[in-house]
């Protein structure tokens, strides 16, 4: 049984990481939490009274003597928080981005490696069911090679969104939402991209970057882009792509749904109706007009999705054998993102090589 400790017990924690334990409580233990504000641990206590919380988080490491520590704190903490969990010889299941720079992310691969122990982020939502039963779909007779993806969002913000260190974070789309695009773009791809351009216009005039417009070009003709929108006045859509393959085309969308649908497909001329309820995703594969479900997500995918990554990050501990979503795998997505904005600021295309050559080396091969 992995004994884990938490680092940070804000929203990402109440909301997607304690549910997500609760789903593999047969595979750990909670032993310890902190955080500095005391409001946010008495919000703990109620929901976990046992729970041993603290402010001091070298204390908890000291107390709470954790196999595993969860850092969900915000970007600019994780270096130093890594390091020290590294350095107390705990494994870190880290929240994304992992750094607020390659260099940084280089230093916290380095130090893992050293110590020998691993450091997995929770870019989790490459296992949602809707994204693995799209992955499954890849390379089969019904839609054959991925040739093109595009991803967007319509999101607005409100004073909770904005609220505390997000709003002051001038490169915000894509390191606190874009790099989950990014991180899916890999996965359907599941290979490296060789340049991008990206463009980022901010007619308001905020601080953070409001608008993000990216193309990626991968070997061989494919690509890839991404809209990320957070001027739109119209319905939110949280996350929606879709893949074109050689044969059919795969839509996933991440978001609540609840419709009728009736009309007519002009060119046969023949009505067609559709009721849709969906709790948190899904995932359909489409041919013209006719199309079939793949999958769908419960009410809270991000903790189920965290819960199946962290399920594989404690199996393979006990295996020794090297986990999904590595710091250094992660430092990939990182590269990509840092690539989008020097090309936005420098009104060109970029070549992604440089960005994604690092020195650092995982301790075990990639299973």
Not at 32 to 42: A, K, S, Y
Not at 59 to 75: G, N, Q, Y
Not at 78 to 101: D, N, W
Not at 290 to 305: E, K, T, V, W, Y
């Amino acid at each position: 049984m992995i004994r884990l400790a938490i680092a940070g017990l804000g929203a990402v924690t109440q909301n997607i990481h304690l549910p997500a334990y609760a789903q593999i409580q047969d595979k750990l233990t909670l032993v310890g939490g902190c955080d500095v504000q005391p409001e946010t641990r008495v919000l703990v206590t109620k929901s976990h009274p046992t729970l041993p919380l603290f402010e001091n988080y070298e204390e908890m490491l000291r107390t709470a003597k954790p196999d595993v520590v969860a850092i969900c704190t915000p970007p600019f903490l994780h270096r130093e928080q890594c390091l020290t969990a590294l350095r107390a010889g705990c494994h870190v299941f880290c929240e994304k981005p992992l750094a607020e720079s390659l260099d940084e992310a280089d230093v916290i691969i380095t130090a893992a490696a050293a110590a020998g122990r691993q450091v997995v982020v929770n870019s989790q939502f490459p296992y949602m069911q809707i994204h693995l039963a799209a992955k499954a779909r890849i390379g089969q007779p019904d839609f054959g090679r991925l040739l093109y993806l595009h991803a967007t969002q319509t999101f607005r913000p409100t004073p909770q969104t904005e609220g505390t260190w997000r709003r002051e974070m001038t490169r915000r789309l894509g390191f606190e939402f874009g790099v989950h695009v990014f991180e899916l773009i890999r996965f359907f791809f599941d290979e490296d991209p060789v340049r991008l351009c990206a463009h980022m216009p901010n007619p308001v005039g905020s601080k953070s970057d409001v608008l993000n417009s990216v193309n990626i070009e991968f070997a061989g003709g494919r690509s890839a882009s991404i809209l990320l929108d957070r001027l739109s006045r119209g319905p939110e859509r949280y996350l929606d792509l879709r893949l074109d393959g050689e044969h059919a085309a795969i839509a996933t969308s991440i978001g609540g749904e609840l419709g009728f649908e009736a009309g007519l497909h002009t060119r046969e001329r023949k009505p067609f109706f559709a009721f849709n309820f969906v709790k948190g995703g899904k995932a359909v594969w489409q041919d013209g007009n006719r199309s079939r479900l793949l999958a769908q997500d419960g009410i809270n995918p991000f903790a189920s999705s965290t819960a199946y990554h962290l399920g594989g990050f404690i199996t393979a501990l006990a295996q020794n054998t090297l986990p999904r979503g590595t710091a250094l795998d992660h430092r990939k997505t990182l590269a990509l993102i840092f690539a989008a904005y020097d090309s936005a600021e420098q009104k060109r295309w970029v070549d992604l090589a440089p960005y994604l050559a690092s020195g650092a080396k995982n301790t075990l091969a990639q299973p």
